[in-house]
């Protein structure tokens, strides 16, 4: 170990701490009590705290070149101005552009610690991204989940439904490309044109709409009909009901930070989809084994969705559940 890694060890538990800390205060934003002085001026305390923190890595980190002070001077004026905005805060609407804004300080933070490569890579620290629930993509997961469907279902060859698929793919590849050699462009298509669905992670990583979109070319070329709309509905329907109910009522913890919860949630809307699919529009099987095997290919898809953590649960969820769809097609 060379003698600027040793130097900076110690930091490595500051970094992780603070992250976590961060992470869970811009979480716990959620849930704002807008009403009571005590957690107004709680939340203030924790900002400056925070800042002040964040002041001192600073400080830590300024002998390498790869530190940007933008970085954490935006960190330290956000947190000021959410400690001066809670005071006339009067609204959840309110608080949750000021927890939008925080999120996405959070994930450059994170995306700039990961490019200093000065600790071994046996202690380097674990950072997670901030996946809070929102309504516009949940929506249209759902909505484009069940056009997907109905596509493919009633309207288009499997034919057809490859070529646009390998369509979307050869755009999103040609996007994904441009944005790497455009910081400009990147930020445009991750907080102008895709801004209502897009995660501010994405901003720093591959967009999950594209390993969505291999994923579906990948089961549509390789299992029926029936197990490859069965894995789209399982993630349409799943997956947001995940994200919705571990935040709001997750209190068991499981692989990954995800909740007991998020995963029962995700494992009954998939249930309840896939029967009803099978059910009403598949009806090859009878209706025992209907049940079953939608309770099979849910139950897949939760339990990939709760493991999935380098790889995005919108190609490892759809593949595994169109695997085991095959088993019953």
């Known amino acids: 170990m060379s003698a600027a890694v040793a130097a900076a060890e110690p930091s ?9 800390d961060f992470r869970q205060f811009v979480a716990n934003l959620g849930h ?13 305390r924790r900002c400056h705290e925070l800042s002040e923190r964040f002041d001192q890595l600073r400080e830590t980190l300024s002998s390498f070149r790869q530190t940007k002070e933008s970085t954490f001077n935006d960190l330290r004026n956000t947190l000021a101005s959410l400690a001066e905005e809670l005071a006339e805060a009067s609204s959840r609407r309110k608080m949750k552009e000021i927890q939008s804004r925080l999120v996405q300080k959070y994930e450059d933070f994170v995306a700039q610690m990961k490019t200093l490569h000065f600790w071994d890579t046996h202690v380097q620290p674990r950072f997670r991204s901030l996946r809070l629930p929102q309504a516009k993509r949940s929506i249209f997961h759902v909505c484009s989940g069940i056009v997907g469907v109905i596509l493919y279902q009633f309207i288009f060859s499997r034919q057809a439904i490859l070529t646009i698929l ?3 793919l050869a755009i999103l590849l040609v996007l994904e490309v441009s944005r ?24 720093y990583q591959t967009n999950s709409a594209s390993y969505y979109a291999l994923a579906l070319t990948i089961i549509v070329l390789l299992t029926p009909q029936e197990a490859a709309c069965l894995a789209v509905l399982v993630l349409a329907f799943g997956d947001p009901s ?9 209190k068991i913890r499981l692989a990954n930070d995800k909740s007991l919860e998020g995963s029962l949630g995700f494992f009954a ?20 084994l209907s049940l079953a095997a939608a309770a099979s290919v ?27 769809g095959f088993l019953w097609f």
């Open 166 to 168: 390998f369509s979307m």
């Open 242 to 250: 995940a994200s919705v109910i571990g935040h709001r009522f997750g």
């Open 298 to 324: 849910a139950l897949v898809g939760a339990v990939i969705e709760l493991y999935s953590n380098k790889l995005d649960d919108n190609f490892t969820v759809p593949i595994a559940c169109a695997l085991t």
């Open 32 to 44: 704002p009590q807008l009403g009571d002085k005590a957690w107004t001026q709680g939340v203030q």
């Open 12 to 20: 490595i538990d500051i970094i992780q701490n603070l992250a976590a």
């Open 269 to 288: 809307a998939a249930w309840i989809v896939s029967s009803l699919y099978l059910l009403l529009v598949v009806a090859t099987l009878p209706w025992y």
């Open 180 to 203: 790497r050699f455009s910081p400009r462009f990147n930020d445009f298509l991750v907080y102008r044109f895709f801004g209502a669905i897009a995660r501010p992670q994405e901003r």
